[in-house]
Nanobody, 123 residues
Framework: QVQLVESEGGSVQAGGSLRLSCAAYGYTVRDYSMGWFRRAPGKERERVARISRNGSTTYADSVKGRFTISRDNARNTLYLQMNSLKPEDTAMYYC?????????????????WGQGTQVTVSE
């Protein structure tokens, strides 16, 4: 059974940093494309970053240059390093996994999801 478990998020001031982690169970992270998504109150879900089986990455324009997605195969864990955080980054963040071979994966390709973790950035 595939399960994704995110670390606790947190609250930081603008300009600060946070690192989210997502531990995977029931499969090997290097075998799936993975991604981070977020949903802010009253807004649509937004794809933040994706990483392929071979380490290729994509980022939303809103986070490019500030966020970094990475994967530790030995720990079977996905990460999202978030720097220079802004109040508009405040959202519930979700990790997700796509078992399909397509790259880059469509949002609908992500079949497995974590429970979500809250990130709050204050002025």
């Amino acid at each position: 059974q595939v399960q994704l478990v995110e670390s606790e998020g947190g609250s930081v001031q603008a300009g600060g940093s946070l690192r989210l982690s997502c531990a995977a169970y029931g499969y090997t992270v290097r075998d799936y494309s993975m991604g981070w998504f977020r949903r802010a109150p009253g807004k649509e879900r937004e794809r933040v970053a994706r990483i392929s089986r071979n380490g290729s990455t994509t980022y939303a324009d809103s986070v490019k240059g500030r966020f970094t997605i990475s994967r530790d195969n030995a720990r079977n864990t996905l990460y999202l390093q978030m720097n220079s955080l802004k109040p508009e980054d405040t959202a519930m963040y979700y990790c997700a996994a796509s078992p399909l071979l397509r790259w880059p994966p469509l949002d609908t390709d992500f079949r497995y999801w974590g429970q979500g973790t809250q990130v709050t950035v204050s002025e």
